[in-house]
């Protein structure tokens, strides 16, 4: 039987990638956007666009928070283009958003303990979990799990310190994190290592369907801005799809950064344990001493087997063929 989840995100380019494979591998029971990668107009729609793309317009579909708690929104529509996929320019969706607000869904759904085995896979920034969390603090004890691409380990990308999702609502991430569900975080010290090129681009191009096709423009985007592209959000999906592609994890103790004038975002991860001698390794993998830290309360993803993610990209981006 397949992982029953709920996708929170803020459909860009990699979000539009890991919903397509959410949907041949786990039970999608509902997705909530939020504002993000670009404006929640954009995201929804997004979403909803991709719903109908690989025919599940069965999923419902939430709009959420449209900006972060206590900030302006600040999107990365640079990287991601004006509309969040790229330079495509998509039709107004047909599929209906539902009445309901994200935040109220993931209360609703949660309080019913028949929903309690639900992992929560957050591929953008936390704005909706947390208000959702501030407003039914029980919540935090009904959500068995959260998959959660952000943050990092060790530098950023909107900022040298902070990856984006974080970096979008530091005041939300805090709360999030702080909150005691169980935790995954994969962060950009992992994603990096997801090194898509013009090649795999031209896979994904020869497979006559339509979803591989978007993919391939969807991905090809990225490429021509930088060479290559990590597809961040699907990294985290393949961490419930295929557990084996995440090759190494390790537990340690991390904290949001809210108030720092450089730093504001950066996911703080006590990893002293893993100092090790070697100048060429930011982080030993295995511990070189005893922590002596605060106790861990996420499990951070360090190393991955690209080859593998690519087969199960491919074989499933394929799938979509018949």
Same mark, same amino acid.
């Given at each position: ?7 929170d995100?803020?459909?860009g /380019?990699?979000?539009?990638?890991a919903?397509l494979?959410c949907f ?16 929640? +107009?954009?995201?929804?729609r ?9 025919g599940?317009? @069965?999923i ?8 972060p708690l ?6 990365? +529509?640079?990287v991601?283009?004006?509309?969040? *996929? ?16 994200a ?13 309690r085995? /639900? ?14 969390l ?5 919540l ?20 040298? +310190? =902070?990856?984006?999702?974080?970096y979008?609502?530091?005041?939300? =991430? ?15 010290? *992992?994603?990096?290592? %997801?090194a898509?090129?013009?090649? @795999?681009v031209e ?7 339509a979803p ?6 969807l ?14 959000? =699907?990294?985290a999906v ?17 904290v949001?950064?809210?108030k720092g004038e ?17 100048p =060429? ?13 605060a106790?861990?309360n996420?499990?951070v993803a ?7 993610? %690519?087969k199960? *990209?491919?074989?499933?981006?394929n799938?979509?063929?018949?």
């Amino acid at each position: 039987m397949s992982k029953r989840v709920i996708v929170d995100c803020d459909t860009g /380019i990699d979000d539009a990638i890991a919903l397509l494979l959410c949907f041949r591998h786990l039970d999608v029971v509902g997705i909530t956007t939020v504002a993000g990668n670009v404006a929640l +107009a954009n995201t929804q729609r997004n979403t909803r666009y991709v719903t109908e793309l690989a025919g599940r317009q @069965d999923i419902p579909v939430y709009a959420g928070c449209d900006r972060p708690l206590l900030v302006p929104l600040e999107t990365a +529509a640079a990287v991601h283009g004006a509309g969040g *996929l790229g330079d495509i320019k998509i039709p107004q969706p047909t599929k209906q958003l539902e009445e309901l607000h994200a935040v109220d869904y993931l209360i609703r759904t949660y309080a019913d303990s028949a929903n309690r085995d /639900i992992t929560l896979v957050t591929i953008g920034p936390l704005t909706n979990v947390a208000l959702a969390l501030l407003r039914e603090p029980r919540l935090a004890g009904w959500i068995p799990e959260i998959m959660c691409m952000g943050g990092s380990l060790t530098y950023g990308n909107h900022t040298p +310190a =902070a990856e984006f999702n974080v970096y979008a609502d530091p005041e939300a =991430a805090k709360i999030v994190f702080e909150a005691g569900i169980p935790l995954r975080m994969v962060g950009l010290n *992992l994603t990096r290592q %997801n090194a898509m090129t013009a090649q @795999d681009v031209e896979t994904l191009r020869g497979m006559g369907n339509a979803p591989a096709a978007f993919a391939a423009r969807l991905l090809d985007y990225v490429v021509r801005q930088d060479g290559r592209g990590c597809l961040c959000d =699907a990294c985290a999906v393949m961490w419930l799809i295929e557990p084996s592609i995440i090759t190494k994890s390790l537990p340690l103790h991390v904290v949001v950064e809210t108030k720092g004038e450089f730093t504001r975002g950066m996911t703080l991860c006590d990893y002293r344990h893993l100092i090790g001698s070697d100048p =060429a390794r930011d982080i030993e993998h295995t511990p070189q001493y005893t922590a002596h830290g605060a106790p861990p309360n996420v499990t951070v993803a360090l190393e991955m087997d690209l080859a593998a993610f %690519n087969k199960v *990209l491919f074989d499933t981006m394929n799938s979509y063929t018949q």
